[in-house]
């Protein structure tokens, strides 16, 4: 499996952005999607996270209410929608691919074995 972020971008204060994480491959063995991102200079941090079937769905305290997670199967693409974006949003944005069903254990890193590339969201004040 193979997964590629992308929709990062500049954004003010307040604003909304989309990310979008396209699976390719053998989706097949993916059973969740998690989102995290890393600022610079601090440790990575789990954003989000769905389970590809049944939909659970969990988030960060720091996202909560402003971020939605979704998925499309018949796209095999995973969306983040983030909204009131704060500049402590700025970071680099990964998505992740696990092949178990995640629960609480969605929130760590070492819980997913296929990694995207990161696409940068900035939020300016």
């Known amino acids: 499996v193979q997964l590629q972020a992308s929709g990062g971008g500049l954004v003010q204060a307040g ?5 979008s994480c396209l699976a390719s491959g053998r989706t097949s ?7 995290f991102r890393q600022a610079p200079g601090k440790e990575r941090e789990f954003v989000a996270a769905i389970n590809w079937s049944g939909g659970s769905i969990y988030y960060a ?19 983040l929608q983030m909204n009131s974006l704060k500049p402590e949003d700025t970071a680099v944005y990964y998505c992740a691919g696990s ?3 995640l629960g609480k254990d969605a929130t760590r890193g ?16």
Do not use: F, H, P
Not at 15 to 19: A, E, Q
Not at 118 to 123: D, N
């Open 15 to 19: 604003g909304s952005l989309r990310l």
């Open 29 to 35: 063995s993916m059973r969740a999607v998690g989102w």
């Open 61 to 79: 305290d720091s996202v909560e209410g402003r971020g939605t997670i979704s998925r499309d199967n018949a796209k095999n693409m995973v969306y």
């Open 99 to 101: 092949r178990r069903y």
């Open 110 to 125: 070492n819980e997913y074995d296929v990694w995207g590339q990161g696409t940068q969201v900035t939020v300016s004040s």
